[in-house]
């Protein structure tokens, strides 16, 4: 009986000796897992430190002001799509950055007095952008702009939202506002433009004779005497397109379609000189092309196919009017194609994503509301799959898009129109 006892007593000293070891075990793991405590710093000795001599002939030191950092101001969707304008314009006429930064900042009269001495020096671009004012504040003299001020605000606002339609009223009402400054200031820029172009007609066929003056330059001389000296004109703008300038060549391609009749062989100089101007990278060439190769030339048969090839070149880079006839003809087709709604429908989503981050400037409210609308029309129709396709093929769209043309480097302070988040 004593050795069965024995054995239990043994199994119970082992147990408990084996539970002590693996305790000791996991204590010394979890030692080891924890991570080692930082040393910490002595703590400060209490006892004060010896009273420094203060020297009283020095001056006491003058506290240091606050840094304070300037907050800049936001810009209004306005400012950013205005000076949007304006960067165009600036590639336009390369005149300088100090004449564009007035224009920002709606100085037009000291804008157009800065030209006016630099086109007095015999710089061409500031006298094309003389003219190019002179023909805008026309239209403001007539009364155009703000007559068609009341049906664009209108036609702005069908649909929108309370908040929407509050913003674009703030738009419209510093659009308005920039309108009237320039209609102010149009009597003095219109004579200062007139007298201009009589005072440096002179002017301007001596600076045609340098052979060095560059073919952007030498296309807005052309357009300045075109009414004056056609003959001469088409000369500088041959000797332009000749260097190389696609616009000169644009030019010149739709001066022959205005020129010549129905003769077949003429219509298809045109295609060639269209063809021309596309390889010296003009986009509005690529643009005339699709609607010859859509409508059909005399002289060229139609060829759908090859218009969708130009068209959809052309809204890679942005351009309104290539993309809306591109969507039209993808939604509607035609004897040579059959519609395709689904990718007419990522065009729609696309150029919307445009308008909306401001990529059409002072014309993005309006392009907004055009694909706004082909959306509401067209996605009805559309299965649950052609919606996500479409969607994907937009994202594809704006993935691939490029700009037009990079600004020249004196229109850098420009910045061009920031997208909306």
Known sequence: MKRPALWIGLFCLAAALGLLLLG??????????????????????????????????????????????????ADSDFQRWHRGDLLGMCGEFPVGGEVYALLARQQYLEAMRLATDKAQHGDVP???????????????????????????????????????????????QEER??????????PEIVSTSDAAASQFSTLLHERAED??????????????????EPGFARQQMDLAARQGDGTASFELAMLISDTTGSDGGKRQTQVQALTQALRQGSVEARVELAYCWLHGCTGTPRNTELALIHLRGAARLGHP??????????????????PHPSEAMSW????????????????SLEMRQEFKSLKQELMPSLS?????????????HTAQSRPIKAPPKECASLSPATPLK
Not at 355 to 360: L, N, P, R, W
């Open 24 to 73: 000791r075990e996991r204590r010394e793991a979890l030692l080891v897992l924890q991570p080692k405590p930082q040393p910490t710093a002595k703590p400060a000795s209490t006892a004060a430190p010896p009273a420094k001599t203060e020297d009283k002939s020095k001056p006491p030191p003058s506290p240091a002001p606050a840094a304070q950092t300037p907050v800049p101001a």
């Open 126 to 172: 500031a006298m094309g952008l003389l003219d190019a004012y002179r023909g805008l504040c026309a239209a403001f003299m007539q009364g155009e702009a703000l007559q068609d001020f009341q049906q664009r605000e209108a036609y702005l606002l069908q649909g929108e939202s309370p908040e929407a339609a509050e913003q674009i009223r703030a738009y419209l």
């Open 177 to 186: 506002g920039t309108q009237e400054r320039l209609a102010q200031a149009c």
């Open 211 to 228: 052979a060095s003056l560059p073919a952007g330059h030498r296309r807005i001389l052309a357009r300045l005497l075109d009414q004056q």
């Open 321 to 338: 009017g290539a993309m809306m006839s591109l969507i039209s003809l993808l939604r509607d087709g035609n004897d040579q194609f059959k």
């Open 348 to 363: 729609i989503l696309h150029g919307e994503h445009l308008a909306a981050s401001g990529a059409f400037n002072s014309a």
């Open 384 to 396: 649950y799959a052609e919606q996500e396709h479409a969607l994907s093929q937009a994202k594809l």
